[in-house]
């Protein structure tokens, strides 16, 4: 299996038709009446097409938020919508990648990620989607092999192949590389924006690593523990070139990234 990320001027210079917008209006929530609020007037445009990052330490709320965008969490205040649709459930238009890839080990690679496809009811087609989208994560030579015969990173992709098969407009992620090892993480992320930007995706991604978001997003958007509010948003200035761990341009933006995620922690 290589793991050689897409060439940066494969991805982000493609021009695709964009998606959808995600806006977030005056959302807040409390999961149980005397427990304080989760979130709080919570208020985010997201473009077509733009990926965000949102950043924050374990329990601010960065999950709940993905929830309630994905429509599995309903909020106690405030909406969302996409695109046109106000959103109250899930869809195969806005869908979710979790940490683990949650595949059914006795199938194949190609019957797992045709799983979504068939679920909905579609019959047609679905052998010749699945075979794009497994082109599109570069799993076409595993496509006959049973899930459990591969590595996690390549389990990821499967799960990621199933996530694209629908051709959803909004893809969502709650931290879907923190059990990679770090190479097989970095070119997740790399392979991931890329795919993203190439098919023109809005993405949502939680992450409480500063670097992953400086990989992966135009933006970062960070929320503060306790108060359950959004306290930095800050465009991520890297051209596709730079988004290397390696590369000093890199460094540079994830020291600023990270000099707003500490002062963020102390501010009150
Ligand atoms: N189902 C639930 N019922 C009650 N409280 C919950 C529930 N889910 C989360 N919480 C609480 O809401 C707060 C925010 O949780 P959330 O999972 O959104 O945080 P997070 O930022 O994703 O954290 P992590 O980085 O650890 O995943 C935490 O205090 C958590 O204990
Ligand atoms: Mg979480």
Redesign the pocket.
């Known amino acids: 299996m290589r793991h050689t990320p897409l060439e940066p001027s494969q991805t982000d210079a493609v021009a695709v038709t964009a998606t959808a917008e995600v806006r977030i209006t005056a959302v807040g929530h409390t ?2 009446v005397g ?1 304080g609020e ?1 979130l709080s007037g919570i208020d985010l445009n997201i473009g077509a097409g733009e990926v965000v990052a949102l950043i ?10 993905l929830h309630i965008i994905a429509g599995l969490l309903e909020p106690s205040e405030g909406v969302v919508h996409i695109g046109n649709e106000r959103v109250t459930g899930p869809s195969a238009a806005w869908v979710m990648m979790f940490q683990a890839p949650s595949l059914f080990p006795w199938m194949t690679v190609a019957e797992n990620a045709g799983l979504g496809l068939r679920y909905s009811g579609q019959k047609e087609g679905v052998d010749d989607r699945v075979a794009e989208v497994l082109d599109l994560v570069d799993l076409s030579a595993f496509s006959d092999r049973n899930v459990q015969d591969l590595s996690g990173g390549q389990q990821q992709r499967v799960a990621l192949a199933r996530s694209l098969a629908p051709n959803p407009d909004v893809l969502l992620l709650d ?1 879907p590389f923190s059990a990679l090892d770090m190479f097989t993480r970095q070119s997740m992320q790399q392979d991931v924006r890329a795919i993203t930007k190439r098919l023109g995706l809005t993405m949502v991604l ?1 992450t ?1 690593d500063v670097s992953e978001a400086a990989l992966m997003a135009d933006r970062a958007v960070f ?1 503060k523990s306790g108060s359950g509010k959004i306290v930095g948003d800050t465009p991520v200035g890297l051209a596709p070139k730079a988004r290397d761990l390696n590369n000093p341009d890199f460094q540079a933006e994830l020291a600023r990234l990270n000099g707003i995620y500490s002062q963020m922690q102390t501010q009150c």
């Open positions: 999961y149980r427990d989760v924050g330490r374990s329990g601010s709320g960065k999950s709940t938020l931290e939680v409480h929320l």
